[in-house]
């Protein structure tokens, strides 16, 4: 998906997820996405058994890779790993009604 239609998504006041695709070299598109997704509404996910994240990327994937896909993200965003963690952490209670 493209950031025009991320934005969009957003706007309408979806949350967006990103999985362990947005670690592949070739994903730029997803990486611009995620720049236009605010912090409340960010979400992330490892689409296990697939698409493992890199640097585990070609292996079976599995649920505690998510932690590969959040650091990411931190770094994409110029965040701090901790401050993303808490916010997704906070997200998926309200998605989840939790």
């Known amino acids: 998906m493209d950031k025009n239609w991320t934005k969009k998504f957003v706007d309408f006041g979806c949350y ?7 670690t592949f ?3 730029d598109d997803l990486r611009e996405s995620l720049k236009v ?3 409340e509404k960010l979400l992330t996910e490892t689409d296990s058994p697939h698409l493992s ?5 070609g292996k ?4 505690e890779n ?5 650091n990411y993200v931190a770094k994409i965003r110029k965040e ?3 401050k993303v963690i808490n916010q ?3 997200n998926a209670l309200k998605v989840f009604k939790i």
Not at 60 to 63: F, G, H, I, V
Not at 66 to 70: L, S
């Open 16 to 22: 967006i997820s990103f999985s362990g695709i947005i």
């Open 25 to 27: 070299k070739k994903s």
């Open 37 to 39: 997704v605010p912090l």
């Open 53 to 57: 994240p890199e640097p585990v990327r």
């Open 60 to 63: 079976k994937n599995k649920p």
């Open 66 to 70: 998510v932690v590969f896909v959040t």
């Open 80 to 82: 701090e790993t901790i």
């Open 88 to 90: 997704i952490y906070k």
